[in-house]
């Protein structure tokens, strides 16, 4: 079982930039492991933003890439998304998930066990 606490999300100008954090609290270690950030704005369905697996590798959507970095800090068990210069449409609920024993960059939702509650980031001036 996985906890995951989502935080770090808040109101900023188009232009401004966040840092989302996801904290994983769990008790067992996943020697594999792949962690993600999707987003679901109202009306529209859930996408994968970015995802990183144990050893390192990651995968970044093209709608966010050379604007969003993702990182993990393994002794910490905390997953990040830095987001720059933003805009008008990031504004959504952002959410970790995490998926056990399968170390593969996946943008897809469907194949991620846990989640957490979400973080809301708004852009708007």
């Known amino acids: 079982q996985v906890q995951l606490v989502e935080s770090g999300g808040g109101s900023v100008q188009p232009g401004g930039s966040l840092r989302l954090a996801c904290e994983q609290r769990r008790q067992r270690t996943y020697p594999y492991y792949s962690i993600a950030w999707f987003r679901q704005a109202p009306g529209k369905e859930r996408q994968g933003i970015a995802a990183i697996t144990s050893s390192g590798q990651t995968a970044v959507a093209d709608s966010v890439k050379g604007r969003f970095t993702i990182s993990q800090d393994n002794a910490k068990k905390t997953l990040y998304l830095e987001m720059n210069s933003l805009k008008p449409e990031d504004t959504a609920p952002y959410y970790c998930?995490?998926?056990?024993?399968?170390?593969?960059?996946?943008?897809?939702?469907?194949?991620?066990?846990?989640w957490g509650q979400g973080t809301q980031v708004i852009v708007s001036s």
């Open positions: 998930a995490f998926r056990a024993s399968v170390a593969e960059v996946n943008l897809d939702d469907s194949v991620y066990n846990s």
